[in-house]
């Protein structure tokens, strides 16, 4: 995959898939999508980029209302206590947002009714009389969520009357096999003629297919050909709109009673968002987040999504966007595969999950963030296990970062309580290892920068790997039985690689990123940020001003990353098993 550089004028707009309002938020959902587009987007902001990471909850769609009448609460008040919950975890998990709103809100819908009337001026929104599923014995209409049954083209028995969640075809539900109501169980299902209003992508299919072409070289090699593939038989026009009473108004006299279908909304929720997060930010011109952001030819806009988003992020929404011109279409859609469990697909109603919030409290953002971005399902499905954790927590983090930093640190505050002096760091510029270290820095920043998350990370740890090797090799513990001087300068050599290490942490980890700085008396968060973020540049010379007269640690390393013990791997799997024996 070939990307453009990253020029000093360029911004950023990235977005992270609007997280459905409609359940708990599982490991699959992070690793998918939101902590590859977090790590991304900071790294960007430090090396200087003007960069906005921008989700929200979705909160429109069949789903959410049957959820909310089980529950048996109105469909605010169930939006929002979800969108509640899914920004508290983000919280957790360090996962930061410049703007996080919702498609329920005033705002979203005023974008939406632009995009609606822009589309349909060009004459890309037309009626069409089609045929609807009915329940014959509750009598309710069954769009999409509505109703389940087999999927007709690979067999699938649970798929959904919107789409597949094995193969991922958008579903035509008249031709679901076995079709059952959702409501009430029935199978007695027949189809019923109906009036809804259609966006014409066949209309757009010239200009579309245009554009396309130029994303072979840029967009992931999963999601190029499966576009391809999914746009041999032409566009095909698609419903906006549902017999429903809750969602945004069909905005026409004679469309009363419809509303518009939540895949319509929500991705507009993105430039409602944006607006929004400007208008919060104090911006007087309310065209801003058209002109400065999605209008603007030098912003390039990413979309961070799972695989089963893609039908919506690179065919509906670019043709939406180009073809109202209230927005240019995304340079790239990362768009990763599926983060299984123990090889089987995450399942709520199943109990085959892991419940986030509690996974965090129990092992920490930093073991759950390294674990997840270090399996990301970049290329291929791949599996979280809590064996894998532990192996991979225990095996490269704890030993790699967290014991380095431990026994280098704590050495010196034993023996040079009072400080080391700037002799004892001078090495560290003119060595080997900092060339090699500024080597692996801009290796990281590369692959960042192409959206290899997982191998940006690894590029990471083998920085740590080979510090960890040049300290050992010396021996500083042996060396200072005799020649003292040389151990605080081996000493002092290493702690400044460890500072390089714990800023170059900062996409990844941010906890442990600022607890390592902070032995220095450096921090992302205050006045010494400026410094921090030299160093993730790559300009290691700027430790030569923190240094010039000798440095004392600012605070002495705590535990940095606690191991998991084998007890915890077992009760986690033994969670699991009692959760889908319920079930």
């Known amino acids: 995959m070939a990307t453009e550089s990253m020029s000093s004028s360029k911004k950023y707009l990235v977005t992270s898939a609007l997280p459905y309002a409609n359940g708990p938020l599982h490991f699959g959902h992070l690793a998918g999508v939101y902590l590859p587009a977090d790590v991304y987007t900071r790294h960007l902001k430090m090396m200087g980029k003007t960069a906005i990471h921008i989700s929200g909850s979705d909160e429109h769609g069949v789903a959410i209302m049957l959820n909310a009448n089980k529950a048996g609460v109105a469909y605010q008040e169930y939006v929002d206590s979800w969108h509640k919950e899914h920004k508290e975890l983000f919280d957790q998990f360090k996962?930061?947002?410049?703007?996080?709103?919702?498609?329920s809100s005033d705002y979203h819908e005023k974008e939406v009714i632009e995009w609606f009337?822009?589309?349909?001026?060009?004459?890309?929104?037309e009626t069409k009389e089609t045929q609807q599923l009915q329940c014959q014995d509750?009598?309710?209409?069954?769009?999409?969520r509505f109703v389940s049954g087999t999927c007709y083209e690979c067999g699938y028995e649970n798929a959904r009357g919107d789409e597949c969640p094995n193969c991922g075809i958008l579903i035509d539900p008249?031709?679901?096999?076995?079709?059952?109501?959702?409501?009430?169980?029935?199978?007695?299902?027949?189809?019923?003629?109906?009036?809804?209003?259609?966006?014409?992508?066949?209309?757009?299919?010239?200009?579309?297919?245009s554009w396309l072409e130029g994303r072979e070289v840029v967009w992931r090699n999963t999601v190029f050909p499966f576009v391809k593939a999914l746009c041999k038989d032409g566009l095909q026009d698609r419903a906006i709109s549902r017999d429903l009473d809750w969602g945004i108004d069909v905005p026409l006299a004679e469309a009363r009673g419809k509303k518009l279908y939540v895949w319509f909304d929500a991705p507009i929720g993105y430039v409602s968002n944006t607006k929004k997060m400007l208008e919060q930010s104090g911006e007087t011109d309310p065209d801003a987040y058209l002109k400065d952001w999605w209008q603007n030819k030098d912003a390039e806009i990413v979309h961070f999504i799972g695989k089963d988003n893609i039908i919506f992020h690179c065919i509906i929404f670019p043709c939406m966007s180009m073809a109202s011109q209230r927005a240019l279409p995304a340079y790239d859609v990362p768009a990763n595969q599926y983060l299984n469990l123990e090889g089987k697909q995450f399942s709520k109603s199943s109990g085959w999950y892991v419940d986030a919030k509690e996974a965090i409290d129990t092992v920490g953002a930093d073991a759950l963030r390294y674990y997840l971005l270090s399996i990301l399902p970049e290329t291929s499905d791949s599996s979280f296990?809590?064996?894998?954790?532990?192996?991979?927590?225990?095996g490269e983090l704890a030993n790699n970062i967290g014991n380095l930093v431990s026994r280098c640190l704590k050495f010196w505050a034993k023996k040079w309580p009072e400080g080391l002096k700037a002799e004892h760091f001078q090495g560290f510029f003119d060595s080997d290892i900092y060339k090699r270290l500024q080597e692996l820095n801009r290796q990281?920043?590369?692959?960042?920068?192409?959206?290899?998350?997982r191998r940006a990370l690894e590029s990471y740890m083998l920085a740590g790997h080979e510090v960890n090797g040049h300290f050992t090799e010396l021996a500083p513990w042996a060396s200072f039985k005799t020649d003292p001087d040389s151990a605080a300068k081996t000493i002092g050599e290493t702690s400044l690689m460890i500072l390089v290490l714990g800023a170059m942490a900062r996409p990844f980890l941010p906890d442990l990123s600022e607890k390592i700085c902070k032995c220095f008396g450096l921090s992302f968060?205050?006045?010494?940020?400026t410094t921090l973020e030299s160093i993730y540049r790559g300009d290691f010379d700027k430790i030569k001003d923190l240094v010039k007269e000798g440095l004392s640690l600012a605070e002495s390393p705590q535990i940095l990353v606690p191991k998991i013990e084998d007890h915890l791997v077992?009760?986690?799997?033994?969670?699991?098993?009692?959760?889908?024996?319920e079930s």
């Not at 990281?444 to 998350?453: D, P, V």
């Not at 968060?525 to 940020?529: A, E, K, P, Q, V």
Request: with cysteine.
């Open 174 to 209: 008249i031709r679901l096999l076995k079709p059952q109501c959702q409501i009430c169980t029935s199978h007695n299902i027949s189809p019923v003629n109906v009036t809804q209003y259609y966006l014409m992508l066949s209309k757009f299919e010239s200009e579309f297919n």
């Open 117 to 125: 009337h822009a589309l349909n001026d060009k004459g890309l929104i």
């Open 525 to 529: 968060d205050d006045n010494t940020s």
């Open 385 to 394: 296990t809590w064996s894998g954790l532990q192996a991979r927590l225990n």
């Open 138 to 144: 509750c009598h309710s209409h069954l769009p999409d």
């Open 570 to 581: 077992e009760e986690m799997n033994e969670k699991l098993k009692a959760k889908t024996s």
């Open 95 to 103: 996962v930061e947002f410049d703007f996080f709103g919702q498609t």
């Open 444 to 453: 990281q920043h590369h692959l960042i920068e192409e959206k290899h998350i």
